[in-house]
């Protein structure tokens, strides 16, 4: 039973941070507070990952749309010093705009042109503090100030300043805020309109259908190997199933005599078989289930920025491939066992 | 249950009736059969001993008769049903529901207790697990009631006999088939046995047919078939047999009779 737990949990664990960590991607972008997002043609949902190339003179203009509250051009780059982080080159009074301003729990707003700006789980994670200086493109930055989570990125430094080191004038992604009573869809039509449709290859995005565009999909092979681990759980599942099962068929063949001899048909053996396979799944997964909040605390405590979603559909499918194993692991072993005949099987030594 | 009404003309009726039953044993090519072309009527209501050298036949005469193992030729029938053309669902239900099997190794689940064991052949799907015979009073008949939870790879030899029977008793069988239930015992627990046997017998009606080695366990019975070579060789009724026998000589005052 704890092999198949451990062979669910695998599955689980896995699932429940790869969806989590796109559902958390997902709401931090939704807490920048726009309602739309332009990006250059063929760019990733996940900010970080789209190249600088647009125009940050763009976002001005945007302004001047029928509907647009504001406007404000992001750069961003993803460092991979330590560990794998999107940084956002941000203007902060436009960005102020849309986002409705940071909440700043130490320090203040940028003092400089290499200061940055950090969220309270950056500073958990990366045990840094007001004052502390990061290496961001082999430059250092010294933290001005430290915000709640939940504006996008986690690391903020001035866009002049990113743009400067990567693609000067360059951003990429606007994130527009639309005025109140001016819904985003037509808005959206408006920007798609603007300049004779100057627009028309960009990517302009929902801000409120985020959640249904990153996706495992959205992530090269991702998709694949989440199913490959889940196929690689049913395999164990069933070779699990199927050892223990079969060990029992020869290991108890006297045992099913008895049974048989007492009046148990083949269809019955079979069920008991089956049903045994079924519940040491079940079992098994009732396990796995407890031992992945246990798992997820653990780890949560040790990388407090990492997230676990694991939604009841997840837990279900998976459940449903985990008992199709367990059936046809249990399958062979219940077919042996109500084979054996009676008299053969009791006088098994 | 009691089954050993008469019928019109005196005949007691028979409630198992073996026609023509040949066995030979998968791969047992150029071997004489176990049991060649035997007839045997036996009536409701009686206890048959089955005697015979080894080899005999007679422990396959008794899984034939159980439907424990399918004849080659011939039929077994039990109230007038054909056991030998019962698909294994039909064996299945009849071993349950009117056959109950005593085996000289007990064949008990040993990892389960007395009580369990006596209620798992109720387990199988084939009666009521409200039946009117409760596992408590089966317990007492057989003298176990205190030992009831005990696991029965615990117990004696001679109580795991007594738990074999109760369990075969369970579902409230018209037959009881035993494959020398005594011939694990001492003689003190063999005496247990058959002395419960025999109230039993007495108590419920049941018809019994009893493999034994033993002349005195067998004196105990109605009736004697002695079987050589798959064959019945002697069928005689107990109480024909002469006091001057040596069987009753070397019985005189040692079992009931």
Not at chain 2, 28 to 35: F, K, L, Q, S
Not at chain 2, 147 to 173: C, H, M, T, W, Y
């Amino acid at each position: 039973m704890l092999m198949i737990s451990v062979a669910l949990l695998l599955g689980f664990v896995i699932k429940g941070l790869s969806n989590g960590v796109m559902q958390e991607k997902v709401e931090r972008t939704q807490g920048i507070g726009a309602d739309l997002m332009i990006q250059p043609p063929h760019s990733s949902y996940i900010l970080g990952l789209g190249e600088n190339v647009m125009p940050d003179g763009l976002a001005q203009k945007l302004t001047e749309v029928d509907g647009v509250e504001a406007a404000t051009p992001t750069a961003t780059n993803v460092s991979f010093t330590n560990r794998l982080e999107a940084i956002f080159g941000i203007d902060l009074p436009s960005f102020s705009r849309v986002t409705g301003g940071f909440v700043y729990v130490q320090g203040g707003p940028f003092s400089g042109p290499y200061t940055a700006l950090v969220d309270d789980v950056y500073t958990r994670t990366h045990h840094v503090h007001l004052g502390s200086t990061l290496n961001i493109l082999d430059h250092r930055f010294t933290i001005s100030g430290v915000v709640e989570h939940g504006r996008g990125a986690r690391v903020f430094v001035p866009l002049k300043t990113l743009q400067d080191l990567l693609a000067p004038g360059k951003c990429a992604v606007i994130f527009v805020k639309s005025a109140p009573g001016s819904p985003p869809g037509e808005v959206e039509t408006r920007l798609r309109e603007f300049a004779g449709g100057a627009l028309k290859d960009y990517q302009i995005t929902r801000m409120s259908d985020l959640a249904t565009l990153i996706t495992p999909s959205s992530f090269l092979g991702l998709r694949q190997f989440l199913l490959v681990i889940i196929v690689f759980a049913g395999i164990i599942n069933f070779l699990v199933i199927f050892l223990a099962l079969y060990v029992q068929v020869l290991g108890q063949t006297r045992e099913l005599g008895i049974l048989r001899a007492l009046g148990a048909s083949r269809r019955y053996m079979l069920r008991l078989f089956v049903g045994e396979a079924c519940l040491l799944c079940l079992f098994g997964g009732g396990l796995s289930l407890v031992l992945y909040l246990l798992t997820r605390s653990i780890v949560l405590s040790i990388y407090p920025a990492l997230h676990f979603m694991l939604p009841g559909g997840t837990v279900l499918r998976v459940g449903a491939i985990a008992l199709a194993s367990a059936v046809l692991g249990g399958a062979y072993p219940a077919y042996r066992a109500s084979a054996c005949e009676p008299i053969t099987a009791l006088a098994y030594e | 249950m009691n089954n050993r009404s008469r019928i019109d003309d005196g005949e007691p009726r028979a409630l198992i009736e073996v026609r023509a039953l040949t066995k030979i044993y998968d791969g047992a090519t150029g071997a004489p059969p176990a049991v060649n072309a035997l007839n045997l009527k036996i009536p409701a209501g009686q206890f048959a001993a089955i005697m015979g050298a080894s080899g005999s036949g007679k422990s396959t005469l008794l899984y034939l008769i159980a439907g424990l193992a399918k004849s080659t030729a011939g039929e077994v029938l039990v109230d007038g049903i054909s056991i030998s053309s019962l698909g294994d669902t039909g064996r299945a239900r009849m071993r349950n529901i009117r056959i109950g099997f005593v085996f000289q190794r007990f064949n008990l689940l040993g990892f389960l207790s007395a009580r369990d064991n006596i209620e798992a052949p109720r387990l199988m799907g084939w009666k009521s697990r409200s039946s009117p015979r409760s596992i408590d009073s089966l317990l007492e008949a057989v003298g176990l009631e205190k030992k009831r939870l005990r696991r029965v790879s615990e117990l004696s030899a001679g109580e795991q006999q007594r738990v074999a029977i109760a369990r075969a008793l369970i579902n409230d069988p018209d037959i009881l088939l035993a494959d020398e239930p005594t011939g694990n015992l001492d003689s003190r627990n063999a005496e247990a046995v058959l002395k419960l046997l025999l109230r039993l017998k007495s108590d419920l009606g049941l018809t019994i047919v009893m493999v034994t080695h033993n002349p005195e366990v067998a004196l105990c019975a109605d009736r004697i078939i002695q079987m050589k070579d798959g064959s019945v060789e002697r069928d005689l009724m107990t109480e024909e047999i002469e006091p001057s026998h040596e069987w009753v000589q070397r019985l005189e005052g040692r079992f009931p009779r």
